[in-house]
């Protein structure tokens, strides 16, 4: 089926008939008759009465011209959410974060992105990695953050930052102190902090 026989056969139906509807498409009669004919063999039903003077819609036609209207209109539509989506200017963005990231970046990053992107919805679940992960793989969503890396093949992974993890203590602490930090529990390395799971207050 192509799209210019649903618009032919909705230029028909609103003109009560063929040589009207063909001034008005900038078509031939025969043209446009032959289109519908098309159309009617391949539904396998008769759109159109053509019995009397005026041609109308049979039962079957008045059908098919409720969503043959809302097919044009559902693809018009389409076509400018393809545009506005290359442009930036309308669409949905569906973002997961873990719970540090929704506490401490959210509300800069949102910030930014708003002010360069005012038309855009955003919408944001906080979420474990593993769920986060699945959704990902269903399309449920289109950007997750997160600490790990992900343990699919199949999501595309982009590193965001680095985080250093540090010791601190007095200037002035004395020696026996500095002993006792160091070797409290097991024995860490600088390079061992790193390797630590990071965890910070929760704001309220």
């Not at 910030?111 to 992960?133: D, S």
């Not at 992900?150 to 540090?166: D, F, K």
Request: with cysteine; net charge negative; hydrophobic share 40%.
């Amino acid at each position: 089926m192509l799209l210019r026989q649903l618009s032919y056969f909705i230029a028909v139906a609103e003109h009560c008939g063929f040589s009207h509807a063909a001034a008005a498409l900038h078509v031939s009669q025969p043209a446009l008759s032959q289109q519908i004919r098309q159309l009617e063999a391949m539904l396998e039903v008769q759109l159109f009465d053509r019995s009397g003077r005026r041609i109308r819609l049979t039962d079957a036609g008045e059908i098919w011209l409720e969503y043959a209207r809302r097919a044009l209109r559902d693809l018009e539509e389409g076509r400018r959410a393809l545009h506005d989506a290359e442009d930036l200017q309308h669409g949905k963005l569906r973002i997961a974060m873990t719970p540090t990231f929704t506490t401490y970046m959210l509300g800069p990053l949102m910030e930014a992105y708003y002010r360069r992107y005012p038309g855009v919805k955003v919408l944001i679940q906080e979420m474990n990695q593993e769920r986060m992960e699945a959704m990902l793989l269903e399309d449920e969503l289109d950007v997750g953050i997160a600490f790990d890396d992900s343990r699919s093949q199949e999501i595309v992974v982009q590193p965001l930052l680095t985080e250093t993890a540090c010791a601190g203590g007095e200037p002035c602490a004395s020696a026996g102190r500095r002993a006792r930090l160091a070797t409290a529990g097991s024995r860490r390395t600088a390079a061992n902090f790193t390797e630590q799971r990071v965890c910070y207050p929760r704001a309220d």
